[in-house]
Nanobody, 121 residues
Framework: QVQLVESGGGSVQAGGSLRLSCQAS?????MGWFRQAPGKEREEVAV???????KYADSVKGRFTTSKDNNRDTLYLQMNNLKPGDTAIYHC??????????????????WGQGTQVTVSS
């Protein structure tokens, strides 16, 4: 079992920035960010997909960047030029990784508690 602890959410005005953090214990190679807005289904934001490729949602491309500090076992999500449509609970997630010539990720089944991001217009 992996423990995921998120931090960094908050309230900002449109155009502002936030950085989310997610510390994993034990560390995992397959990690990503998801979000769920009220009344909507959970969606991928920035994830390592099954083929080991980093994938961003079209709605956040050019504005959000995910990175990982392996020394701290921490995943980050830098969110710039935030829009009201980005308002959601953001979850860090982890999947089991396999190395078969390249990284492969199973389905994401481990979730952090979530952190609220609210963007006002």
């Amino acid at each position: 079992q992996v423990q995921l602890v998120e931090s960094g959410g908050g309230s900002v005005q449109a155009g502002g920035s936030l950085r989310l953090s997610c510390q994993a214990s034990p560390p995992r190679s397959c990690m990503g960010w998801f979000r769920q807005a009220p009344g909507k289904e959970r969606e991928e934001v920035a994830v390592i997909d099954r083929d080991g490729n980093l994938k961003y949602a079209d709605s956040v491309k050019g504005r959000f960047t995910t990175s990982k500090d392996n020394n701290r076992d921490t995943l980050y999500l830098q969110m710039n030029n935030l829009k009201p449509g980005d308002t959601a609970i953001y979850h860090c997630a982890a999947a089991v990784a396999h190395w078969v010539g390249a990284l492969r990720c199973d389905e994401y089944t481990s979730w952090g508690q979530g952190t609220q991001v609210t963007v006002s217009s």
